[in-house]
């Protein structure tokens, strides 16, 4: 009896695991089917499944990424648009009961860029992403990558450092995403052109929102910026940070803020020199059509003569929106300058904003900046500037500082009560 029963009780377990896994497998096809139909709704994108094997254990293929002439000439007018660009993806799911274990490499050696790739010497490179998902957690956590390279003609070098992330979160979109990359250098020695881009990182919450994909929340940091221009033109930036989030104020309208601060921007050539420390942007707006948001993003970046992007931009204006513009500062040359204001579009259209007479007419709003008296001293090409606006008394003048107040009302700029 003890035999018996210990048979059925393995029987039983390895039935359960199966049916498991038959179960998992049917999710696995679900969600690809998804995920395929959703990327194919952008005009002039295709994705396909090209399986090669389907058992219980495994769901193994290719998924063929296909962007037509018309797409790519709208992404960028570089990209040579005579043929499709197609890409293929490397895609191996091994299933477990209620547990997915799944691998996604750019296949090099084959898609419209595998000749590139092999008189590059880039056949080896990879562009890859690992997950795990649980039916039974519902979570999911992976990591992509795409590692260094490097590519050089004569005197000419670009190096790609290595990028790296992860991501974390359940089945139904939402997840938390973070980004390490550790830059790039540009070395075109014959022109005297010279670009470095050193640690940038970030993160970011992502939300499945109707469909969309938005962000509530997101963080990045970029430690240096280099660019040495053929005219001996040098910028400089060091020590970037931003922070953007989106909150709702109610069920119907948006809030957005957005930070950055930058340790150093500096600006060298052969006759001038013009250092901007500790510079502080904070901003807000609020009032923003969730509807019309939503819209905005499902528009998918198109441009302002889009259709769909004027009726999103149609459905914000008409409610109108406020910004708040908390801080911009900086020091120039060691001294300081700030600015602060608000200001309200009105409910209006697309069509009424860039009309000539009434464009103007729905917005309003103050800006108020103070200047160091020393600024025309530090800066010695802002001084005729500085003294023509004081003479005109569009900048009053004490002890301490330079000050003035912009109003715009019903078309109308005043600047310390006086008409701009």
Not at 233 to 250: E, F, I, P
Request: aromatic share 6%.
């Amino acid at each position: 009896m003890k035999k018996i029963a210990a048979l059925t009780i393995g029987v039983a377990l390895v039935g359960s695991s199966l049916a498991a896994c038959w179960y998992t497998g049917s999710h696995v096809d679900q969600t690809m089917e998804e995920q395929i139909a959703k990327v194919n709704q952008n005009d002039g994108i295709e994705l396909n499944w090209l399986p090669n094997k389907h058992n219980l254990f495994a769901r193994d293929g290719v998924l063929q990424l296909t962007v037509s002439p018309e797409k790519m000439a709208v992404l960028s007018s570089e990209l040579d648009t005579r043929q499709p660009l197609t890409l293929r993806f490397v895609v191996t799911h091994q299933i477990f009961p209620l547990y997915v274990k799944s691998h996604l490499r750019l296949d090099t050696q084959q898609g419209s860029l595998a000749d590139m790739f092999s008189t590059l010497g880039m056949t080896q490179w990879q562009l890859g992403l690992e997950s795990v998902s649980s039916l039974w957690s519902q979570s999911s956590s992976g990591r992509f990558w795409a590692n260094e390279f490097t590519l050089k003609q004569a005197a000419n070098e670009f190096r790609f450092l290595p990028i790296h992330g992860e991501y974390r979160g359940d089945l139904g979109g939402d997840a938390r995403l973070t980004l390490a990359w550790q830059g790039m250098t540009l070395r075109d020695t014959l022109n005297g052109l010279d670009v470095e881009v050193a640690d940038l990182t970030g993160s970011a919450d992502l939300a499945d929102i109707s469909g969309l994909w938005l962000s509530p929340q997101s963080e990045m940091s970029l430690a240096a910026l280099t660019v040495q221009l053929p005219d001996n033109t040098k910028w400089t930036l060091q020590g970037l940070t931003s922070a953007t989030a989106v909150t709702g104020d109610d069920a119907q309208t948006l809030s957005s803020r957005y930070q950055v601060n930058i340790t150093k921007l500096a600006l060298e050539n052969e006759s001038d020199a013009l250092t901007a420390t500790d510079n502080k942007l904070a901003l807000r707006l609020n009032g923003l059509d969730i509807e019309g948001y939503q819209q905005l993003q499902a528009a998918n970046g198109s441009g302002i003569e889009d259709e769909a992007a004027q009726q999103a931009l149609d459905t914000l204006l008409r409610r109108g929106v406020s910004l708040e513009l908390t801080e911009l500062s900086s020091k120039l040359n060691g001294e300081p300058i700030t600015l602060s204001g608000e200001a309200t579009l009105a409910s209006t259209t697309l069509e009424q904003l860039f009309s000539p007479g009434q464009g103007m007419q729905a917005l309003s709003g103050t800006l108020r900046a103070n200047l160091s008296r020393q600024l025309g001293s530090a800066v010695p090409q802002l001084n005729p500037l500085i003294e023509a606006w004081a003479h005109q008394g569009y900048l009053k003048t004490d002890s301490q500082q330079l000050s003035a107040q912009l109003e715009l009302a019903k078309g109308a700029i005043t600047v310390n009560d006086l008409p701009l």
